[in-house]
Protein backbone atom coordinates (compact mmCIF):
# COMPACT_ATOMS: atom_id res chain seq x y z
CA UNK A 1 0.00 0.00 0.00
CA UNK A 2 1.29 3.47 -0.60
CA UNK A 3 0.17 7.12 0.37
CA UNK A 4 0.75 10.16 -2.01
CA UNK A 5 1.90 13.39 -1.07
CA UNK A 6 1.05 16.29 -4.18
CA UNK A 7 3.45 19.30 -3.31
CA UNK A 8 1.64 21.66 -5.38
CA UNK A 9 -1.14 21.16 -2.89
CA UNK A 10 0.40 20.21 0.51
CA UNK A 11 3.02 22.80 -0.18
CA UNK A 12 6.11 21.44 -0.90
CA UNK A 13 8.07 23.86 -3.00
CA UNK A 14 10.87 25.68 -2.74
CA UNK A 15 12.78 28.28 -5.08
CA UNK A 16 16.55 27.90 -5.61
CA UNK A 17 19.43 28.78 -7.88
CA UNK A 18 21.64 26.16 -9.99
CA UNK A 19 23.48 25.58 -12.99
CA UNK A 20 24.24 22.32 -14.69
CA UNK A 21 28.29 22.46 -15.41
CA UNK A 22 28.98 22.79 -19.18
CA UNK A 23 25.79 22.05 -20.60
CA UNK A 24 24.80 24.44 -23.38
CA UNK A 25 21.71 26.64 -22.24
CA UNK A 26 21.47 25.27 -18.08
CA UNK A 27 25.80 26.05 -17.46
CA UNK A 28 24.64 30.14 -16.80
CA UNK A 29 22.88 30.28 -13.01
CA UNK A 30 19.31 30.64 -13.27
CA UNK A 31 16.32 29.78 -10.73
CA UNK A 32 13.51 27.10 -10.82
CA UNK A 33 10.27 27.18 -8.44
CA UNK A 34 10.48 23.29 -7.30
CA UNK A 35 7.70 21.25 -6.31
CA UNK A 36 8.12 18.15 -4.92
CA UNK A 37 5.53 15.14 -4.68
CA UNK A 38 5.83 12.15 -2.59
CA UNK A 39 5.04 8.69 -2.68
CA UNK A 40 5.91 6.20 0.48
CA UNK A 41 5.23 2.75 -0.11
CA UNK A 42 4.71 -0.43 3.14
CA UNK A 43 2.26 -1.91 5.13
CA UNK A 44 0.05 0.06 7.64
CA UNK A 45 0.57 -0.69 10.95
CA UNK A 46 0.60 0.48 14.72
CA UNK A 47 -2.89 1.49 16.69
CA UNK A 48 -4.24 3.65 13.42
CA UNK A 49 -3.40 2.02 10.95
CA UNK A 50 -1.01 4.28 9.24
CA UNK A 51 2.26 3.46 6.61
CA UNK A 52 3.00 6.54 7.79
CA UNK A 53 1.37 10.02 9.16
CA UNK A 54 0.96 12.16 6.57
CA UNK A 55 1.76 14.91 8.99
CA UNK A 56 5.49 13.77 9.63
CA UNK A 57 6.13 13.36 6.00
CA UNK A 58 5.56 16.70 5.21
CA UNK A 59 7.30 17.56 7.92
CA UNK A 60 10.73 16.01 6.70
CA UNK A 61 9.57 17.01 3.48
CA UNK A 62 9.46 20.69 4.54
CA UNK A 63 12.12 20.88 6.75
CA UNK A 64 14.36 20.15 3.44
CA UNK A 65 12.73 22.19 1.40
CA UNK A 66 13.32 24.96 3.76
CA UNK A 67 17.04 24.49 3.65
CA UNK A 68 16.79 24.71 -0.27
CA UNK A 69 14.99 27.58 -0.57
CA UNK A 70 16.09 30.77 -1.79
CA UNK A 71 19.65 29.76 -1.82
CA UNK A 72 22.15 28.67 -4.71
CA UNK A 73 22.22 25.12 -5.07
CA UNK A 74 26.28 23.84 -5.23
CA UNK A 75 27.25 19.94 -5.77
CA UNK A 76 29.94 19.05 -3.57
CA UNK A 77 30.57 15.74 -6.20
CA UNK A 78 30.69 16.96 -9.11
CA UNK A 79 33.38 15.94 -11.18
CA UNK A 80 32.96 18.94 -13.09
CA UNK A 81 33.67 21.87 -10.47
CA UNK A 82 36.03 21.97 -8.34
CA UNK A 83 34.57 23.13 -5.09
CA UNK A 84 36.18 25.06 -2.45
CA UNK A 85 34.61 25.90 1.16
CA UNK A 86 36.04 28.76 3.81
CA UNK A 87 34.22 29.98 6.40
CA UNK A 88 32.61 33.04 4.81
CA UNK A 89 33.06 31.89 1.00
CA UNK A 90 32.76 29.18 -1.97
CA UNK A 91 34.44 29.32 -4.51
CA UNK A 92 34.60 26.96 -7.57
CA UNK A 93 35.59 26.55 -11.28
CA UNK A 94 33.78 25.41 -14.12
CA UNK A 95 36.05 25.41 -17.68
CA UNK A 96 37.12 29.11 -17.27
CA UNK A 97 34.44 30.62 -15.65
CA UNK A 98 35.15 31.76 -12.00
CA UNK A 99 32.64 32.03 -9.35
CA UNK A 100 33.22 33.33 -5.62
CA UNK A 101 29.35 33.36 -3.84
CA UNK A 102 29.34 34.66 -0.54
CA UNK A 103 28.80 31.06 1.80
CA UNK A 104 25.18 32.29 3.59
CA UNK A 105 23.85 32.18 -0.07
CA UNK A 106 24.61 28.64 -0.96
CA UNK A 107 23.27 25.46 0.42
CA UNK A 108 25.92 22.89 0.10
CA UNK A 109 24.80 19.75 -0.67
CA UNK A 110 26.70 15.86 -1.20
CA UNK A 111 25.81 15.11 -4.77
CA UNK A 112 26.87 15.29 -7.93
CA UNK A 113 24.78 17.51 -9.56
CA UNK A 114 21.49 19.43 -9.11
CA UNK A 115 19.60 17.91 -11.96
CA UNK A 116 15.96 17.63 -11.17
CA UNK A 117 17.60 13.51 -11.08
CA UNK A 118 20.21 14.76 -8.53
CA UNK A 119 17.76 16.82 -6.42
CA UNK A 120 15.43 13.61 -6.76
CA UNK A 121 18.00 10.75 -5.39
CA UNK A 122 18.84 13.48 -1.98
CA UNK A 123 15.31 14.25 -0.71
CA UNK A 124 14.58 10.24 -1.78
CA UNK A 125 17.22 9.06 0.65
CA UNK A 126 16.96 11.57 3.10
CA UNK A 127 13.31 11.06 3.45
CA UNK A 128 13.62 7.10 3.90
CA UNK A 129 16.11 7.20 6.38
CA UNK A 130 13.93 9.48 8.45
CA UNK A 131 10.56 7.65 7.98
CA UNK A 132 12.14 3.77 8.44
CA UNK A 133 12.83 5.35 12.24
CA UNK A 134 9.12 5.72 12.61
CA UNK A 135 7.85 2.78 11.07
CA UNK A 136 10.20 -0.67 10.04
CA UNK A 137 7.74 -1.48 7.61
CA UNK A 138 8.07 1.28 5.02
CA UNK A 139 9.59 -0.47 1.43
CA UNK A 140 10.24 2.42 0.10
CA UNK A 141 10.01 6.07 -0.81
CA UNK A 142 9.38 7.46 -4.24
CA UNK A 143 10.42 11.35 -4.93
CA UNK A 144 9.65 13.36 -7.79
CA UNK A 145 11.56 16.54 -7.94
CA UNK A 146 9.98 18.88 -10.46
CA UNK A 147 11.32 22.07 -12.06
CA UNK A 148 8.45 23.97 -12.66
CA UNK A 149 4.76 22.39 -13.60
CA UNK A 150 4.94 19.37 -16.22
CA UNK A 151 8.80 18.68 -15.80
CA UNK A 152 10.35 16.43 -13.11
CA UNK A 153 12.63 13.61 -11.79
CA UNK A 154 11.83 10.67 -10.01
CA UNK A 155 13.94 8.67 -7.65
CA UNK A 156 12.79 5.45 -5.68
CA UNK A 157 14.99 4.28 -2.98
CA UNK A 158 16.09 2.25 -1.84
CA UNK A 159 14.74 0.49 -5.00
CA UNK A 160 11.33 -1.30 -5.38
CA UNK A 161 12.49 -4.90 -5.47
CA UNK A 162 14.42 -4.48 -1.62
CA UNK A 163 12.60 -4.78 1.50
ZN1 LIG B 1 17.77 24.40 -14.28
Not at 148 to 160: E, R
Amino acid sequence: MKIIIEGIHANLRFSAAHMIPEHETCGVIHGHSYIVNVEVEGEPTGKHGFIVDFKDVKGIMRRICKRLDHRLLVPLKSPLMDVQVSDEEVEFQVADKKYKIPKEDCCLLPIESTSAEGLAKYFAKKLYKELKEYNKMIKNVKVCVNEGIGQGAIFTYPGVDRI
